[in-house]
């Protein structure tokens, strides 16, 4: 590691917020989320569509949408605070340390551009100095590396003459031309067949292996985050309401919600018989988020608390927390057995 690589870690969000001021009202899209990221760490952002994952990333990468605004939290890359780039070191930021993949590379391609001059283009765009020549090399190269075959009559072919899963790979080499730092990977597999998908993964993480990047992963499939990722941030409305290591959100959740994500997962070592169990009721109506845990309308488990207050984070060990009220109920009886076995020990 180089030096200063150890004074902090490569990507740390504290207590972020981003809202959306609309003419209906104030959406908490992001509610005061935190996490961190290390060198070489994957991490996964699950959830459904509308709990937050993407704005999330659009805030790092400083591409949040009008009337979107990050009102508070710090975000701190490599010990610098994103949130206070001007526009030219944002521009600066993005690309050479930071780089994003879309779902739908269509919308990121232009068609009337060759491939290769796309990715020429984006590279010269970040390193002013280098020739022509040497961008063409790099390019292929990239190119070469996501797996893309015959990569001199490639390069002269346009986004229309590739399949979904070889444009998907064309935006990963786009992505890791400048050799970033941090991956932000925004549902890259979705629009893609499971067998395609199988490949973009088992690229990325030999990419991963090879460069040492970071990669934020966000998806609301939780198989591809088993295969890819090492620890897991569950978000629902706006706020996380799980994380922790990739092995035990899947065997040792503690949060209704994650629980809800898993039954609804098909398994392929289930029983021919077994249904999946859908999460009851529908998301929350961010114009009206509810009092306490955003949850609570949708939980098996609801009592009066949750909907009057939101829980607390509870560790429940190693880097894994959740914030359930049930757990805090558990860690509050598990305190007065103890202390019942104490005193009783004590007679």
């Not at 591409?63 to 030219?88: A, H, N």
């Not at 706006?238 to 609804?264: C, M, N, W």
């Not at 909907?307 to 860690?331: D, F, Q, T």
């Amino acid at each position: 590691m180089t030096e200063g690589k150890e004074n902090h870690k490569l990507l740390e969000v504290k207590d972020l917020r981003v809202s959306f001021f609309t003419p209906a009202g104030e959406v908490k899209a992001v509610d005061g989320i935190s996490y961190d990221l290390d060198y070489g760490e994957v991490m996964g952002v699950v959830g459904e569509s509308g709990s937050g994952k993407s704005q999330e990333a659009y805030s790092i990468m400083g591409l949040l949408q009008s009337p979107g605004k990050v009102i508070g939290g710090s975000i701190t890359f490599e010990g610098q605070d994103v949130l206070k780039f001007s526009k030219e070191e944002m521009t600066a930021f993005r690309g050479s340390k930071v780089a994003m993949i879309f779902q739908n590379p269509m919308t990121c391609l232009n068609p009337v551009y060759t491939v290769g001059n796309q990715l020429v283009e984006a590279l010269r765009a970040h390193n002013k100095t280098i020739s022509k020549e040497d961008a063409q090399k790099r390019a292929m190269e990239m190119m070469e590396m996501v797996g893309i075959n015959n990569v001199e009559k490639r390069m002269k072919q346009y986004p229309h003459e590739f399949s979904g899963g070889m444009r998907q790979r064309v935006m990963i080499a786009m992505g890791l031309i400048c050799h970033p730092q941090l991956l932000i990977a925004d549902e890259p597999t979705t629009a893609l067949d499971v067998t395609i998908q199988a490949q973009i993964l088992e690229l990325m993480k030999d990419l991963q292996k090879k460069t040492r990047m970071g990669i934020i992963f966000i998806t609301h499939n939780l198989g591809v985050v088993a295969d890819i990722c090492d620890k897991v941030s569950v978000m629902y409305a706006g706020k996380i309401v799980e994380q922790g290591p990739v092995d035990d959100i899947f065997y040792r959740a503690a949060h209704p919600y994650t629980l809800g994500l898993l039954r609804s997962m098909p398994r392929v070592d289930a029983e021919n018989y077994e249904r999946l169990i859908p999460i009851e009721g529908t998301p929350v109506d961010m114009l009206n988020p509810p009092e306490g845990c955003p949850f609570a309308p949708r939980c098996e488990h609801c009592m009066k608390i949750c909907l009057k207050k939101m829980p607390p984070y509870v560790e429940i060990g190693g880097n894994h927390r959740s914030a359930c009220w049930l757990r805090v109920l558990e860690r509050l009886n598990g305190k007065n057995q103890d202390k019942e076995g104490n005193a009783d020990g004590n007679q």
